[in-house]
């Protein structure tokens, strides 16, 4: 079963960095689109980016030129490095991919790590 954990959040400054970590697991040599939302308190879960296997990156314009996402695969790791943050960027941030039919997956079925926190501060 594909399983996702986040880490690397915490609290930073405005114009700090940060970066993310999410670690899948399930069988390695499946290759998954993955990407990143986030979801700050009464806020709706917003798309931040996106890396498909071939590393095509995708961004929100809200952290286009801050951020940016790269992966290891031989870790089986994601990760997310966001510069110049603003409070704005205050959330929790979740990995998510989507199931490909491989072995332990479902097809087209999401799958979300629990979160990590992200506090920005002026």
């Known amino acids: 079963q594909v399983q996702l954990a986040e880490s690397g959040g915490g609290s930073a400054q405005a114009g700090g960095s940060l970066r993310l970590s999410c670690v899948a697991s399930g069988y390695t040599y499946c290759k998954y689109d993955m990407s990143w939302y986030r979801q700050a308190p009464g806020k709706d879960r917003e798309f931040v980016s996106a890396i498909d296997s071939d590393g095509s990156a995708s961004y929100a314009d809200s952290v286009k030129g801050r951020f940016t996402i790269s992966q290891d695969k031989a870790k089986n790791t994601l990760y997310l490095q966001m510069n110049s943050l603003k409070v704005e960027d205050t959330a929790l941030y979740y990995c998510?991919?989507?199931?490909?039919?491989?072995?332990?997956?479902?097809?087209?079925?999401?799958?979300w790590g629990s979160g990590t926190p992200v506090t920005i501060s002026s």
């Open positions: 998510k991919t989507k199931g490909s039919g491989c072995p332990g997956d479902t097809y087209g079925m999401d799958y």
